[in-house]
């Protein structure tokens, strides 16, 4: 899943392609780079990010959809959004996927529009807000809370119609964890698939890399290809990045050496 934030103040790309025609462009190149989801978003949630409005929100992201669709883009479209307007008229748009960072729990109605487009949703676990979530780090048990509630989400998801096989869950890694607590749930991610869902990993080029590691600036991308392979060989299903060329590449060659030690065939190249 290859990021695309439009918006001025994301923590990595913010800026970068906030302008309709370099996102577009940007989008096309994400696609080139070997994604295989292109995941947009129109409002920042990193830490102490401040809330934008509803129509800002849509102005910034339904415009890319709409443009992309009229280009025949043929990756599957996710919206980043925890609005339920947002979500309604990027569905409307084009977008298959909703990718809500509170769970569907900011806007309940999020999951109705998801449920009436038959499309798919991203389940992520977070306390709080943006603003506040920094100050809600305080865990028992970090994995089995989070995978508790993250099984309390799917519960409201399938309650509201969505099927389980359209809702993937994601552990939230840095949304109201410390450092420590996310490197425990990168590292126990197997204890996800009690749930029956896709896992979604997004840990790319997060601070809990320069605040264990050191790593800083594109430094981080060292980091953040080694949490995806070790992601995926516990099972997570997506990783969602914004180095898309590098990412790809490190999962091709770490799921070809495990396949290769299990005896199985190495897949071609793709075209």
Known sequence: MGILNVTPDSFFDGGRYAALE???????????????????????????????????????????IQRLMAEQYP????????????AEAGLAAGAVIINDVTGGTREPAILRHVERAGAAVVLMHMRGTPQTMQSKTHYGDVVGEVVGRLEELCGLASAAGIPSESQAVDPGIGFAKTAEDSLALCANLAAFARLGRPLLL??????????????????????????????????????????????????????????????????????
């Open 75 to 86: 990756l599957p479209i996710s919206l980043d959004t925890s609005r339920a307007s947002v």
């Open 22 to 64: 370099g996102a577009v462009v940007r989008a096309w190149e994400i696609r080139a780079e070997g994604a295989d989801v292109l995941d947009l978003g129109g409002e920042s949630t990193r830490p102490g990010a401040k809330p934008v409005t509803e129509r800002e929100e849509i102005d910034r992201t339904i415009p890319v």
């Open 202 to 271: 997004g840990a790319s080029r997060k601070s809990f890399l320069g605040k264990i590691f050191g790593h800083e600036g594109d430094e981080r991308l060292f980091g953040s290809l080694a949490v995806a392979a070790y992601g995926a060989l516990q099972g997570a299903q997506i990783v969602r990045v914004h180095d898309v060329r590098g990412t790809r590449a490190h999962l091709d060659v770490t799921m070809a050496l495990a396949d290769a030690s299990e005896g199985l065939p190495v897949p071609p190249h793709p075209a």
